[in-house]
Structures are given as C-alpha cells and as structure tokens.
Nanobody, 119 residues
Framework: QVQLVESGGRSMQAGGSLRLSCAASGRTFSDYVLGWFRQAPGKGRDFVANIDGSGEFTYYSDSLKGRFTISRDNAQSTVYLQMNNLKPEDTAVYYC????????????WGQGTQVTVYS
C-alpha cells in the first residue's frame, strides 16, 4: 500500500503562483511513477503531469506545458507541482497518484486538494 496526502491548495487571484505537495508513505517511493491530475467542477478527471521514479523524465498535458512543473524529492518521499500564472480555468481539485514503474495503472490516489483561482 502507498498512502498519498496532498497539501498546498488554496484560493488565490489569477496570475499568481502556487506549489502543491504530495507526501507519500508505505512503499519504496522511487519505485513509483507519480502523477498529478485535476478535476474541475462538473467535469471528469484530467491528466496534468507525471514524473518517473528517478525524477529524470517528466511528461505534461500539452495545454499546461510551460506553466506547470512537476518535480520530486525521493529523500522526502514527496512530489510537487509548481503552478505559475494561474488562471480561473485552473480551478479544480488536484490529485496525486502513484503507479508502480512498468504498470499502466495508477493504483494509489490521494484525497485531493482544492485550488480556486479568481479573476
């Protein structure tokens, strides 16, 4: 089992920056690909970004590339999502998830953290 706890979400004005954190526990952190997803009100859950176990390789949703940056600290078992130039359409619940390297499925999910961006 892997437990994931997100933090850092809050309400803020458009144009600002925010960093989300996701702390993991339970298994060897570096064995997992970590991803961020988000779900806006009334919509499905969308992929934001992911990062491989070593932190060397990252992948982003095309629409968010350049504004969002994913990183991880394996010593702290934490993955981060730096979000810059936030827009009202970034308002969503943000979730982190873990997939065992080599698996196609994110097996573990956090409870989510709310980000609200107002103009």
């Amino acid at each position: 089992q892997v437990q994931l706890v997100e933090s850092g979400g809050r309400s803020m004005q458009a144009g600002g920056s925010l960093r989300l954190s996701c702390a993991a526990s339970g298994r060897t952190f570096s064995d997992y690909v970590l991803g961020w997803f988000r779900q806006a009100p009334g919509k499905g859950r969308d992929f934001v970004a992911n990062i491989d176990g070593s932190g060397e390789f990252t992948y982003y949703s095309d629409s968010l590339k350049g504004r969002f940056t994913i990183s991880r600290d394996n010593a702290q078992s934490t993955v981060y999502l730096q979000m810059n130039n936030l827009k009202p359409e970034d308002t969503a619940v943000y979730y982190c998830a873990a997939a065992l390297t080599g698996s196609d499925e994110y097996s573990y999910w956090g409870q989510g953290t709310q980000v609200t961006v107002y103009s």
